[in-house]
């Protein structure tokens, strides 16, 4: 899903740098390149040194349930959320996984597999609207007999039967900041916190739940090493997903583990001699750079009869010691009177997004990434501009 302005070449540099006002702005996707300054701005700091005869096992820790996590990046996650303060690591298995996406398949089949050999009926994965539209995706991909998605979890009737729901807070694609919906006593509930990171919303607790999931992709930016984590209390669960992630890869790229331990390092190191070097610290360098974004996007929205933003309220962050804005990852767009499919209208503008119908809701919604590079960030604000002042003048 690469736009062909940001296709990298081999050694991961960009191979285009213009972009004509032909080109269709791909941001349909969340890829998290807006960070990149930052860590060009860390030079060599992040540069990590792996010899021919280096990690070349299977193993990490044979002690540990996940025996292919390296223990120091166990040891960097677990520090990570006690210098941000979102999660609770005491009392928990660590699962690593390439990316969170692949926890969540192994979640899906170590909360559904059977002790017996029969299987019952699936098990419902519902998540309340409007929600990430891979949810589904990744559920029905297999048609698999152990469970299948049951869509929206406000409407969803649960009957006593087993169920899982997924909590995605603060919500992709909304921004929104959510709780479990469903009531039954036979369900279980994943919280995937992809965007509980302080550059899009203010810490109010350290989540306390019995599964959770984090991903580097969203926290430093680094989504291409596939690096996400999952933070279980019960050691059966944990186990299960192991079980999943061995047979579905063996583990999880050793060179990634290290590279997210390096980077960890430095975001952390960053983070907590604060006030000596205030520019190092990431979350306040990426919090500005959001609210400079957002600031652009209300700016042009203002007075456009095309599309409404909605409001997020501010809240106490404890990150910060601040009232902070939500500044959420994507812009959740509505588009006014008189236009039906929001991202159609956007298609219209050359700017690739994702409909409302992806995600479960009316196509009079759309989203849009604001995690772009900056000069497609600001090509998609002149774009926008530019469809309200033509509309203004009757165009
Ligand atoms: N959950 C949510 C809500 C997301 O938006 C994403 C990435 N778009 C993921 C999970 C998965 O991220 P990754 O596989 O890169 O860890």
Redesign the pocket.
């Known amino acids: 899903p690469l736009n062909k302005t940001s296709l990298p070449s081999a050694n991961g540099t960009r191979t285009t740098t213009t972009l004509s006002s032909n080109s269709v702005l791909a941001l349909n996707?969340?890829d998290p390149t807006v960070f990149e300054p930052f860590w060009q701005k860390m030079g060599d700091k992040c540069d990590v040194l792996i010899r021919g005869s280096d990690l070349m096992s299977y193993y990490s820790d044979k002690n540990n349930v996940c025996w292919f996590l390296e223990p120091e990046l166990g040891d960097a996650i677990k520090r990570l959320h006690g210098v941000v303060g979102n999660a609770v690591t005491d009392d928990r298995h660590i699962v690593l996984g390439t990316?969170?996406?692949?926890l969540?398949q192994a979640l899906l089949y170590a909360l559904t597999a059977p002790a017996a050999s029969e299987p019952d009926e699936p098990v419902s994965v519902v998540s309340s609207a409007p929600y990430?539209s891979?949810y589904p995706e990744m559920i029905e991909i297999l048609h698999s007999g152990l469970y299948k998605w049951a869509g929206d979890a406000y409407t969803f009737n649960e009957d006593g039967g087993p169920y899982i729901e997924v909590v995605?807070s603060p919500n992709?694609p909304d921004g929104t900041h959510r709780e479990a919906v469903v009531n039954g006593d036979k369900g279980k509930v994943i919280y995937?916190f992809?965007?509980y990171w302080p550059q899009y919303t203010a810490i109010t607790s350290a989540a306390d739940h019995d599964i959770m999931?984090f991903?580097?992709?969203?926290c430093t930016g680094h989504?291409g090493s596939?690096?996400?984590w999952a933070l279980v209390k019960d050691k059966d669960i944990a186990e299960k997903m192991t079980d999943y992630i061995a047979i579905s890869s063996i583990g999880v790229s050793k060179e990634s583990q290290v590279r997210a331990v390096k980077v960890i390092g430095v975001l952390c190191d960053g983070c907590e001699n604060d006030g000596l070097v205030e520019s190092e610290n990431f979350f306040e360098f990426s919090r500005n750079l959001m609210a400079k974004r957002w600031q652009k996007l209300r700016e042009a929205l203002k007075h456009s009869e095309c599309f409404t933003l909605s409001k997020h309220p501010r809240q106490h962050c404890l990150f910060t010691g601040e009232f902070t804005k939500t500044l959420p990852a994507f812009a959740w767009l509505k588009s006014k009177e008189g236009i039906e499919d929001c991202n159609e209208f956007l298609r219209g503008l050359k700017i690739a997004g994702r409909g409302g119908k992806a995600f479960g809701v009316d196509p009079i919604f759309a989203r849009v990434s604001m995690l772009s590079r900056e000069d497609e960030f600001n090509q998609f604000i002149e774009r926008l501009v530019v469809a309200t002042k033509g509309i203004s003048n009757g165009h």
């Open positions: 996707t969340g990316g969170s996406t692949q969540f990430y891979l995605n992709n995937d992809a965007y999931l991903t580097l992709s969203k989504a596939r690096i996400g």
